[in-house]
T-cell receptor
Framework: AQSVTQPDIHITVSEGASLELRCNYSYGATPYLFWYVQSPGQGLQLLLKYFSGDTLVQGIKGFEAEFKRSQSSFNLRKPSVHWSDAAEYFC???????????FGKGTSLLVTP | GAVVSQHPSRVICKSGTSVKIECRSLDFQATTMFWYRQFPKQSLMLMATSNEGSKATYEQGVEKDKFLINHASLTLSTLTVTSAHPEDSSFYICSRSGGAKNEQFFGPGTRLTVL
């Protein structure tokens, strides 16, 4: 069955530390891959996306993600976390143009001083 | 700027009443739009695909008679929650796809609270 897995429900990091949020997918073919961030009570903001080409994708706010076909993963990283990065992060996949996205359950990021 | 808007952003209603949520594509004629629902502390779940000029396609477990979707124009899709109950309280988010790739543009969401 097609699925998106975010293994970590909660992650706590210190401000200035590095961050990696995991995302694994199970699809028959390489899907389109996305990372979104959601602040409390807010809508979704697209951080970055992967369709094809360079497997290391740069996004907004200093985030990057790497697509690894062999591991069916699309992990999100940031070298130095800021307190304002505290939010809910969702990995999502889509199959083809015009299809809805399938979201992971999300990872809640807490940033400590 | 925003390419998808939703109205209202928040609504509180009494149990048994109906609530209409509008989703507008501001910069693109969208033949297809999507409605998602997000319960507190949970992920977004696709409810239905709204198709301009034809019936919506509902996901398994979503009652089509309860969640009425109308996509009468290329820029507007509406979701009506009929006879709302407290368990329908949720964050409803619409989106549209656009361009050559499967990029989704999400609205800001509508927070529905049913008393």
């Amino acid at each position: 069955a097609q699925s998106v897995t975010q293994p970590d429900i909660h992650i706590t990091v210190s401000e200035g530390a590095s961050l990696e949020l995991r995302c694994n997918y199970s699809y028959g073919a390489t899907p389109y891959l996305f990372w979104y961030v959601q602040s409390p009570g807010q809508g979704l903001q697209l951080l970055l996306k992967y369709f094809s080409g360079d497997t290391l994708v740069q996004g907004i706010k200093g985030f990057e993600a790497e697509f690894k076909r062999s591991q069916s993963s699309f992990n999100l990283r940031k070298p130095s976390v800021h307190w304002s990065d505290a939010a809910e992060y969702f990995c999502a996949v889509g199959l083809t143009s015009g299809y809805a996205l399938n979201f992971g359950k999300g990872t809640s990021l807490l940033v400590t001083p | 700027g925003a390419v998808v808007s939703q109205h209202p952003s928040r609504v509180i209603c009494k149990s048994g009443t109906s609530v209409k949520i509008e989703c507008r594509s501001l910069d693109f004629q969208a033949t297809t739009m999507f409605w998602y629902r997000q319960f507190p502390k949970q992920s977004l779940m696709l409810m239905a695909t709204s198709n301009e000029g034809s019936k919506a396609t509902y996901e398994q477990g979503v009652e089509k008679d309860k969640f009425l979707i109308n996509h009468a124009s290329l820029t507007l899709s509406t979701l009506t929650v009929t006879s709302a109950h407290p368990e329908d309280s949720s964050f409803y988010i619409c989106s549209r796809s656009g361009g050559a790739k499967n990029e989704q543009f999400f609205g800001p969401g509508t927070r529905l609270t049913v008393l």
